[in-house]
């Protein structure tokens, strides 16, 4: 099956965003409890690439499938799994890396490195952390997961806080999200 890109995400409504989160048919895993457990020998750098035994996955369709298979575990540690397997995956900061953000019809769309689309809200909070000299912020895309913002998307939310007063908080969903770090 070709891969097809995703359109813009400045051109898509409410709406349209919606479809294509539903469109996202991800494996339950949240339902499978696999006895069987191990190591996958992956991980997820600082900069969202991927890797196997220390070389980059280069298939975006290879990232986008194991991306729908990861779990974090209350105790922050990192998982694919299967039905039939658990393998742990070490990730330096954050599962994903958020591309771009668009706010339509108050509220903030996503994208994130794997082309999916994440609506921020009350099951998919924004987060600040760092400090005032290093601030990094946060969208959680599910399972525990989160993405990372990278300095274009942070600029971008940034812009929008700004445009929508001078306090540093953004609304979506229906939840105020403060982009400063506590």
Same mark, same amino acid.
């Given at each position: 099956?070709?891969?097809?890109?995703?359109?813009?995400?400045?051109g898509?409504s409410?709406?349209?965003?919606?479809?294509?989160?539903?469109?996202?048919?991800l494996?339950?895993v949240?339902?499978?409890?696999?006895e069987q457990?191990?190591?996958?020998h992956?991980?997820?750098?600082?900069d969202?690439?991927?890797?196997?035994?220390g070389?980059?996955?280069?298939?975006?369709?290879?990232?986008?499938?194991?991306a729908?298979?990861?779990?974090?575990?209350?105790d922050?540690?990192y998982?694919?799994?299967?039905p039939f397997?658990?393998?742990?995956?070490?990730?330096?900061? #954050?599962?994903?890396?958020?591309? @771009?953000? %668009?706010? +339509?019809? =108050?509220?903030?769309? &996503?994208?994130?490195?794997?082309?999916?689309?994440?609506?921020?809200g009350?099951?998919?909070?924004i987060?600040?952390d760092?400090d005032?000299?290093k601030?990094?912020?946060?969208?959680?895309?599910?399972?525990?997961?989160?993405?990372r913002?990278?300095?274009?998307t942070?600029?971008q939310?940034?812009q929008? #806080?700004?445009?929508?007063g001078? @306090?540093? %908080?953004? +609304?979506s =969903?229906?939840?105020r &999200?403060?982009?400063?770090?506590?």
């Amino acid at each position: 099956m070709v891969y097809t890109p995703p359109p813009e995400l400045a051109g898509l409504s409410l709406a349209q965003i919606a479809e294509q989160v539903e469109a996202r048919k991800l494996p339950p895993v949240e339902q499978w409890t696999p006895e069987q457990t191990g190591e996958s020998h992956m991980q997820i750098q600082e900069d969202g690439t991927w890797l196997h035994e220390g070389s980059p996955i280069s298939r975006p369709a290879m990232v986008r499938a194991f991306a729908g298979l990861l779990r974090r575990e209350d105790d922050g540690g990192y998982w694919l799994v299967t039905p039939f397997q658990k393998l742990s995956i070490e990730v330096e900061d #954050a599962c994903f890396i958020a591309t @771009d953000v %668009s706010e +339509t019809e =108050g509220n903030l769309a &996503f994208r994130i490195n794997t082309d999916e689309l994440v609506v921020a809200g009350p099951d998919n909070p924004i987060r600040a952390d760092g400090d005032a000299e290093k601030p990094r912020l946060y969208v959680h895309v599910r399972r525990g997961c989160e993405a990372r913002l990278n300095r274009s998307t942070y600029e971008q939310l940034a812009q929008i #806080a700004l445009e929508n007063g001078e @306090d540093w %908080s953004v +609304t979506s =969903g229906g939840e105020r &999200f403060s982009l400063l770090p506590a």
